[in-house]
Nanobody
Framework: QVQLVESGGGLVQAGGSLRLSCSASGRTSSMYGMAWFRQGPGKEREFVAAIKWSGGTTDYADAKKGRFTISRDNAKNTVILQMNSLKPEDTVVYYC??????????????????????WGQGTQVSVSS
């Protein structure tokens, strides 16, 4: 089992920045990478970004490229999501997730919610206009 805990959410003005962290514990040696998703009220949980443990390669949802940056600290089993130029529509709950198996090359598999077995509890991000 892997446990994930997010932190770093909060309230920020439009145009500001936030840095989300996700710390993993438990059987972290079985992890292949991690991802961030987000979900607004009444909406589907959507993919934001993913990073592989080996090599640190990354993948982003098209709409997040340029504003969001995912990074990892393997030694600390932590993944960071740096969010810049935040907009009011970024006001949602952000979740980190980890797959239970290797998902291969970046593509649809890393972007599907169903491919992730472990989830954090979520952290609220609120962006005021």
């Amino acid at each position: 089992q892997v446990q994930l805990v997010e932190s770093g959410g909060g309230l920020v003005q439009a145009g500001g920045s936030l840095r989300l962290s996700c710390s993993a514990s438990g059987r972290t040696s079985s992890m292949y990478g991690m991802a961030w998703f987000r979900q607004g009220p009444g909406k589907e949980r959507e993919f934001v970004a993913a990073i592989k443990w080996s090599g640190g390669t990354t993948d982003y949802a098209d709409a997040k490229k340029g504003r969001f940056t995912i990074s990892r600290d393997n030694a600390k089993n932590t993944v960071i999501l740096q969010m810049n130029s935040l907009k009011p529509e970024d006001t949602v709950v952000y979740y980190c997730a980890a797959p239970v198996q290797y998902l291969g090359t970046f593509g649809s598999s890393w972007r599907r919610r169903g491919d992730y077995a472990y989830w954090g509890q979520g952290t609220q991000v609120s962006v005021s206009s």
